[in-house]
């Protein structure tokens, strides 16, 4: 099979970069199907190959974005926490408790100063906490949209059908019957056989006939 397709269908280079497809049959409508069928079968053999690079591609980003928005939800949560804490936001409120704390250790209000001190201790306890975690997952947001649009793009490779070549030419029956070249150097082969034996028999039949004659 490997050889009879060697010898029938040939692949050629053109000088514009298109690939030319020669098949030889002895039936030419026979030929012109092959050569239109390779073409199309390209196509899928194309797809094929790129389904078994791309499915996979597309579990591996699949994964790592949901990896990603669980670690954001863990991040949102901590946030959650440190609020019902009291710290909402570390910097507004640090700068607004210390003003009012200064204003009531003014006005001699020792009561609302404590708790102003309080709720200075408990940020100064959680603020830092806070701020590295809204900063982190402000980051980790911006890295779960990332990896959005590569999930798009693989999901994009995986599922859909592309079309890989443009038929400058469909081929077409040839007019003059061309055969296979492999039975042609059979024939070739044959012919020639058979020449050489004739001219054999017809060179040593008169040297017979001569030696018999001097004998």
């Known amino acids: 099979m490997y050889e009879e397709f060697n010898d029938n269908i040939t692949f050629k280079l053109t000088k514009y970069l298109a690939v030319e497809i020669s098949v030889l049959d002895y039936n030419a409508d026979t030929a012109a199907f092959i050569a239109n069928d390779i073409a199309v079968f390209m196509d899928s053999v194309k797809n094929r190959m ?71 201790k408990t940020l100064s306890k959680y603020g830092g906490a806070y701020v590295s975690i809204r900063d982190q997952l402000e980051y980790e947001k911006k890295q779960l949209t990332i990896i959005h649009s590569k999930y798009e793009e693989a999901k994009v490779d995986a599922e859909n059908v592309l079309q890989h070549k443009f038929v400058v030419n469909n081929a077409f029956p040839a007019e003059k019957k061309f055969y296979p070249i492999r039975w042609l150097i059979v024939l070739i082969s044959t012919l020639s056989s058979i020449v050489l034996t004739l001219f054999i028999l017809a060179t040593t039949t008169p040297i017979n006939m001569g030696i018999k004659n001097s004998i």
């Open 50 to 120: 790129q389904k078994e690079i791309s499915l996979p591609a597309l579990k591996i980003v699949e994964q790592r974005y949901t990896t990603q928005a669980a670690f954001i939800q863990a991040l949102e949560d901590s946030l959650t926490a440190l609020r019902l804490l009291g710290v909402i936001d570390y910097e507004s409120q640090a700068e607004r408790l210390t003003e009012q704390l200064g204003i009531a250790i003014v006005q001699g209000k020792v009561a609302a100063a404590n708790q102003l001190e309080e709720r200075l």
